[in-house]
């Protein structure tokens, strides 16, 4: 089995010749967000959205966390397997006992950069509150961390990328 995660990269171009079964799973449709203006327009972008639909079309099964997002896979090509996968908050998550600390308010931010995860109306958000009495938090890659630095905020701590324990301690 080759399983690739996205279209916004080379991996699913593996798909394409493989005789063997092929996963695609895709949290985001490229083709969806270019019709409605949700991506930079430059080459590289244009390049990943036309090559999606024969990803997609190349795959044994597609796979996406919501029923928006198979219903757009079926737009782009009516005859393709779709399952719905969520891939949701681990399970140990939902062990850890609710203990905020009134005295060091703060909001948690894990996942990656860019405008697709939304981190850009979250940075702009958190822009239009300078007095704020809490501290923005932010789990995931270093990328994360020179956004931050270009936005010229306060009170926002990048912690990398964590290990689980800490991550649940967070």
Do not use: N
């Amino acid at each position: 089995v080759v399983h690739a995660w996205g279209t916004e990269l080379i991996y699913p171009s593996a798909l394409q010749d493989c005789t063997c079964p092929t996963i695609l799973s895709m949290q985001g449709i490229l083709t969806e967000y270019q019709r409605i203006g949700g991506l930079p327009d430059d080459w590289r972008w244009h390049r990943m959205v036309k090559s999606e639909p024969a990803y997609i079309r190349s795959a044994t099964v597609v796979t996406c966390e919501s029923q928006w997002g198979m219903d757009r896979v079926m737009e782009i090509d009516p005859q393709a397997e779709c399952r719905m996968v969520e891939y949701g908050v681990h399970l140990d998550f939902f062990k850890l006992e609710w203990m905020p600390h009134e005295d060091e308010p703060y909001m948690l931010y894990v996942g990656g950069s860019g405008t697709r995860k939304g981190l850009d109306l979250l940075l702009d958000a958190v822009k239009q509150l300078p007095d704020r009495s809490w501290e923005l938090r932010m789990a995931g890659d270093s990328r994360l961390e020179h956004e931050v630095q270009a936005a010229g905020l306060s009170k926002v701590r990048c912690l990398g990328m964590l290990a689980w324990p800490e991550l649940q301690r967070q």
